[in-house]
């Protein structure tokens, strides 16, 4: 990773490391040690915070709402989503207030459509648009948006005000190389990768087990975890989120922003897992 910030279309810098929360303050006996872990980030440097209104059904918001009690909430930069069915005009009001208050701040960095729904895009950008207006978001994005999508974006009043596209990234599935990532690139739009870790391998087996990947963690002294972060953030304009509820791996994350793949290591991970060489659809998790 060559830089630690990445500047938005409106001026905004955005961290390009931060820790995702999909699944965390579900578990009460779980809490203090996911407080911790979250804490530990913190305390260490990481100020991005992915969540979603969706997550434990606001639980994973109010888990972050405790565990930043007490920090300087200008040094943070807190992302939430909202459901595709409150992204509109009846509801989404409602909804980011709901997120503030589980959050316990008055305003978010970055709010997302979490995937594309049946309100139309016009309706969800002029209230993104309202919410930036009255200070309770400072920009907005989108995700699981793929090439066509982000194009029909654009071509809406305010559209191009979109800030970054969250989607599922990671090594063993880079069909977003072959053009949304371009695309993004060319509109000056980060890609904000999810399971940037394949859920640590569960979405795609053969990763950690691959002989390349152990290998360059060898080398560099790491863990074949770090060698999946530092691949997605070996490009310029990716963003990685990924989620631990434990400490020690939250430090370890967040040290892979140190790591510097050299291109021939780059080139052993593209031949070990090749990107596709034509258009393959936007996958979800
Ligand atoms: N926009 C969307 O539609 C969407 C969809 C999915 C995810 N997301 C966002 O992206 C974030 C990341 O994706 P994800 O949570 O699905 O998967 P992920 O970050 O790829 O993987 C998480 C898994 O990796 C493990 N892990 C993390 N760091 C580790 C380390 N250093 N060593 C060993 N294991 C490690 C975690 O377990 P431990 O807790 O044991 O460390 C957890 O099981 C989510 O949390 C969420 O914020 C967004």
Redesign the pocket.
């Known amino acids: 990773m060559n830089k630690n910030e990445i500047k938005l279309s409106n001026g905004m810098e955005m961290p390009r490391l931060g820790m995702?929360?999909?699944?965390l303050g579900e578990k009460k006996q779980k809490d203090d040690q996911e407080t911790a872990a979250l804490r530990a980030g913190i305390d260490a440097g990481i100020r991005l915070i992915?969540?979603?209104e969706m997550y434990g059904d606001g639980k994973s918001e109010q888990l972050i709402g405790r565990a930043i009690k007490g920090y300087d909430r200008s040094r943070l930069f807190l992302v939430s989503?909202v459901y595709p069915h409150n992204a509109g005009r009846r509801k989404i009001f409602k909804s980011v207030q709901q997120t503030l208050k589980n959050l316990q701040t008055d305003y978010l960095d970055l709010y997302?459509l979490?995937?594309r729904g049946a309100v139309p895009l016009e309706e969800t950008v002029e209230c993104m648009e309202q919410l930036v207006k009255e200070g309770k978001i400072r920009s907005w994005g989108v995700?699981?948006f793929d090439t066509d999508d982000m194009r029909e974006l654009l071509s809406v009043p305010n559209g191009d005000h979109c800030v970054v596209d969250?989607v599922?990234y990671?090594l063993g599935l880079r069909g977003v190389e072959y053009d949304l990532l371009p695309w993004l690139e060319e509109h000056q739009i980060p890609l904000m990768a999810?399971?940037?870790?394949?859920?640590?391998g569960d979405l795609q087996k053969d990763l950690l087990k691959s002989s390349t990947v152990k290998e360059i963690a060898k080398i560099h002294n790491i863990?074949p975890?770090?060698v999946l972060l530092a691949f997605v953030l070996y490009q310029p304009n990716v963003i990685a989120?990924?989620?631990?509820?434990?400490a020690e791996?939250v430090l370890?994350?967040w040290n892979a922003r140190k790591i510097r793949l050299t291109d021939v290591e780059y080139g052993l991970l593209d031949k070990a897992f090749p990107a596709p060489k034509q258009k393959t659809y936007l996958d979800?998790?």
Not at 194 to 200: E, G, M, N, S
Request: hydrophobic share 35%.
């Open positions: 995702g929360t999909w699944f992915d969540t979603a989503k997302l979490h995937w995700s699981n969250q599922l990671h999810y399971c940037p870790l394949a859920q640590a863990t975890m770090q989120i990924p989620r631990s509820g434990k791996h370890q994350n979800i998790v």
